[in-house]
């Protein structure tokens, strides 16, 4: 299946292909570790069908890895270094056979797995290369979505722009496999650092003359903070695509105003069906237009169904979420006005206050508006009047009283929005509301100061 893949990345000769930490490796070069691999792979036993750990960044070794277990027909469960915590969790759910380390060269080590699950053998019968990914487990137990590696990748097979694009997000999720398949079969350049700070990223920026930057919207939000992109050359930067979470119009108004003639385009994707094709209406725009080959898009209820030839086979621990027809209901709540939609929030995240609904995105990006206020997370609390009432979790940048802080979030929001959308507690934060992939956290209680 993938020799279609090796023989287009052959043909890239001397181009560079990776630039890790500051170290640039060919197409040429990245061939050949593959294939070396593909050679130390198969004298250790590694078999058409086995199930494989990826433990790795975006290091040659690693991505050179990924591409040689393909070839080997290998189910592939990449594994990034800093969820070690939850490795051994990930390894039983998938029945992994062998961990493939590569963070410093190459090590592997043979376990004994339990038998197959069933969607595995049926990737096995089929020869098919697989690939495993975990969810975060943020609402409940990390879920491990089987996909065929056949039909994931076909969609690379046409032929896109290539760039220089910067690897934000990881191979551990589907939109960083999205970005290494579509720029290594593209010809670009794949920018990788370990310093995934905005300093971090923008040096990075700089050095490889990065055209392409997907980033989540909590990333961008820090970014306008730290200004850190001041302090670099970022002129070679064409377009900058935001996904992962919903993305505060206030955010997006300033990123339009700090990068002028850069493209914003909102993307999106989920672990069980892919990565869409998406135009957005305008950069600076949240309407978007969502499909592609492969993919059927529909509302019923103000929810976004997805169905998709690239669909994942099912979860290795848990049901499976198509309906019988083949639809995922996605959760996300979106409004439409003709081809373009706009996401409003996870319906597991509205907030239901005397029977009227509040979506935490649109409050936050208000409050986000406010000065002071550098980082906010908007949840529902319950009540045992009105069900639920608006909480407003807020970092700021320098210190002030609750109290102060929700007398002016009151008189600011007094008229722009219905009362009941108003925060009514304000809770200050001490610590940062996102995870290590910039990504934000609602959760139920921090350990904040309250009023």
Request: glycine share 8%; proline share 4%.
């Amino acid at each position: 299946m993938s020799k279609w893949l090796l023989e287009t990345l052959k043909g890239y000769g001397a181009s560079d292909a990776i630039v890790w930490n500051g170290k640039i490796t060919s197409y040429s070069e990245l061939v050949d570790i593959a294939e070396m691999l593909d050679k130390q792979f198969h004298e250790y036993g590694i078999r058409p069908g086995a199930t494989v750990a990826l433990v790795g960044d975006f290091a040659p070794e690693t991505c050179a890895g990924f591409i040689a277990l393909l070839g080997q027909s290998c189910i592939i469960v990449p594994l990034m270094p800093s969820t070690y915590v939850k490795h051994p969790e990930f390894l039983d759910i998938a029945n992994v056979d062998y961990i493939v380390d590569s963070r410093d060269g190459i090590s592997i080590q043979k376990r004994d797995a339990s038998p197959r699950h069933s969607l595995i053998q049926e990737l096995v019968d089929q020869g098919h290369p697989g690939l495993i990914l975990f969810s975060s487990g943020s609402t409940g137990g990390s879920k491990a979505a089987v996909h065929s590696l056949v039909s994931l990748l076909e969609k690379y097979r046409t032929k896109r722009p290539a760039m220089r694009s910067l690897t934000f997000l990881l191979l551990d999720h589907i939109g960083g496999v999205n970005t290494f398949f579509h720029v290594i079969s593209n010809g670009g350049m794949l920018v990788a650092t370990s310093d995934r700070s905005p300093a971090g990223v923008f040096k990075a920026i700089e050095f490889a003359g990065v055209e392409l930057l997907p980033v989540s919207p909590t990333f961008l939000n820090l970014c306008l903070l730290t200004k850190e992109y001041q302090n670099y050359d970022i002129s070679s930067l064409q377009k900058i695509t935001y996904g992962t979470e919903p993305m505060p119009q206030s955010t997006l108004d300033a990123i339009h105003r700090e990068f002028p003639g850069v493209t914003l385009q909102q993307t999106y994707g989920l672990s069980e069906v892919g990565i869409l094709s998406s135009k957005s209406k305008s950069d600076g725009s949240l309407w978007v237009k969502l499909g592609g080959h492969g993919y059927e898009t529909k509302i019923e209820d103000g929810h976004l169904l997805i169905k998709a030839s690239s669909a994942m086979l099912g979860y290795l621990n848990a049901p499976s979420p198509f309906d019988e027809d083949g639809w995922l209901n996605t959760h996300d709540i979106v409004e439409r006005d003709g081809d373009y939609i706009r996401f409003k929030g996870r319906d597991s995240e509205i907030i239901n206050v005397g029977g009227e609904k509040v979506f935490p995105a649109e409050v936050e990006s208000l409050l986000l508006e406010i000065d002071n206020i550098q980082d906010v997370t908007v949840r529902g609390e319950h009540n045992s009047l009105l069900g639920q009432i608006v909480v407003a979790t807020v970092n700021l940048e320098y210190e002030e009283s609750s109290r102060e802080l929700k007398r002016r979030i009151r008189m600011t929001l007094k008229g722009k929005v219905s009362d009941y959308k108003i925060p009514h507690k304000v809770e200050v934060a001490t610590f940062n509301q996102y995870n290590n992939r910039f990504k934000r956290m609602r959760r139920a209680e921090f350990g904040k100061e309250g009023a």
